[in-house]
């Protein structure tokens, strides 16, 4: 008996919408109108697309499918911060995190099952490589989120893609959902208020730059070569020098600027040596500092800074001339705070285009 095997209507942007609607015979207003169903409305199944006619809505069921996000475990932290974790169809599961602050409601997503960079300080490269998610599974986590932050009369405002996984190592898909995001027919995220966080990828980063309107994070974590080669394996490929420069180059804006992302670890990288060359390395990038003490869980037996060195390192940042905001990382009890993320499910094997990529 063979088996049909019905794509996901969500794994495609509008303009791929209507090479679909061209090649079932329908005139093009058709894709705005499924579009419209797909991201901005709220719709489990196709039969909910009240205002197509039921011929059409037949003739997408039997081409389509539409999947729901199922949503598995859900932790609520003691600060508001929601962690939820997605099982996908392949029965791998991801982790989304929606973390109240203020007005805003921020939405943490995952971008790959698991994470081949393996950075020391973060339980996610500890859970395997993984595979790249889908469209459909990007746009997954933010109905999920949209759904739970219904539930209490809230809406998601700003989305960080700093999850799980290394959002650049999925870039086509981590494309063309930052489309929909952004776009006020779709998810209607404001490109200002959307983040995406990379460990550092040189040639993605420039992409990026180009191609989206969306904010940069980099996670930095280190002033030194060797340092940051220990603690982070990809410098290995692209080296802290190599992603300096790119970062320079970087298109900036009134509303657009680059974070960048230093994980503190005591007696590793948060000397004050470190700092002021911190200073050094950002001359002429126009950046703002997190700066993050690790969290408990970190693998490698390594420990979180003492308050008084953070706020050493941070007085030597800010007489350099530089915006530096300690983070401390919500969520933590529910192991939701940035490096926390990896689900108990292990991944599916790592992705071809990736293990040679990164190796
Ligand atoms: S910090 Fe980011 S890039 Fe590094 S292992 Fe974790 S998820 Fe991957």
Redesign the pocket.
Known sequence: MDIIEYIDLRDHTMEELKGLMAAMGERPYRASQVYAWLYSRDISTIDEMSDLKLEFREGLKALYSLTEPVIGKKLSSIDGTIKFETILSDGSSIESVLIPEGERLTLCLST?TG?????A??????AGAGRNLSLSELAGQMIAARRLAAESGDTVTNVVL?????PLLNYDNLKRFLDILTDQKGFSIPPRRVTV???GLPAEIERLGIETKVNLAV?LNATTEEVRSRI?P?NKKYSLKELLTVLRSYPSSKSRFITIEYVLIRELNDSLEDARRLGRLLRNIRCKINLIPLNPGASDGLLPPTEAQVAAFKDILYKSGYVAVTRLSKGADILAA??Q?ATEVKPVPLDRDIEERVI
């Open positions: 790959q994470c081949p960079l393996g950075c300080f973060c339980r996610t490269g500890d700093m999850g799980m996984g290394e966080s990379t460990a996670s982070m990809i940035c490096g993320l």
